[in-house]
Structures are given as structure tokens and as C-alpha cells.
Nanobody
């Protein structure tokens, strides 16, 4: 069983920064793909940023140039550096990862979600 645990959320003023971390534990070979999603009150969950095993990244238009996703393979951790935060970034942020749990005799993966961490940006 795989677990993802997020940390780093909190209250920050507009223009400030936060760094979210997502640590994977359990039966893990490696993290194949990692991503951060967010859900604001009354809105659908949306993809914020994603990173592939090779390090290719993708960002929502609303966060391009302000947020940076990265990963530390050895530490089984995915990060989201958030700069120039705006009140509209306020949401619960969720980590999602496709975890490789076995290489042989079959290649097995598991899609995992964290419990979420609240980010509140005040004016």
C-alpha cells in the first residue's frame, strides 16, 4: 500500500511564498509521474502542475511563471514552490502520483492521492 503525505500549507499574505512537499511511503519502486491539484470552495478540483519521470513539467495557465514543480527521486518527494501568491490561489492542495510498485514479473503501478493541505492567501 502506498501513502502520500503533504505538508507546507498555511496562511500567507498576497505576494508571499510557500513550498509544498509530498512524501511517498510504502511499497514503492519509484514515483513515475507526480502532480499537484487544488480545489477551492465551490469549485472543481483542477490540475495545477505535473512532472514526469524524465522531469518534463506542465502548468496550469493561472500559475505559469509563479509556481515550480520539482522532484527528489531519492527522497521520494515531489515539491511545489509557490511564489507571488494571490488570494485566488486559496484552496486545498492535493498531491497525486503514479507509483511504480513492482517491476517484475509484472510491471505494476498504483495511483495515489494525499489527504490535502490547505493554502490560504490573504489580501
Amino acid at each position: 500500500q502506498v501513502q502520500l503525505v503533504e505538508s507546507g500549507g498555511g496562511l500567507v499574505r498576497a505576494g508571499g511564498s510557500l513550498r509544498l512537499s509530498c512524501v511517498a511511503s510504502g511499497r514503492i519502486v519509484s514515483i513515475n509521474r507526480g502532480g499537484w491539484y487544488r480545489q477551492a470552495p465551490g469549485k472543481q478540483r483542477e490540475l495545477v502542475a505535473s512532472i514526469t519521470a524524465s522531469g518534463s513539467t506542465n502548468y496550469a495557465d493561472s500559475v505559469k511563471g509563479r509556481f515550480t514543480i520539482s522532484r527528489d527521486t531519492a527522497k521520494r518527494t515531489v515539491f511545489l514552490q509557490m511564489n507571488s501568491l494571490k488570494p485566488e490561489d486559496t484552496a486545498v492542495y492535493y498531491c497525486n502520483a503514479q507509483i511504480i510498485t513492482r517491476l517484475a514479473p509484472t510491471f505494476d503501478t498504483e495511483d495515489a492521492w494525499g489527504q490535502g493541505t490547505l493554502v490560504t492567501v490573504s489580501t
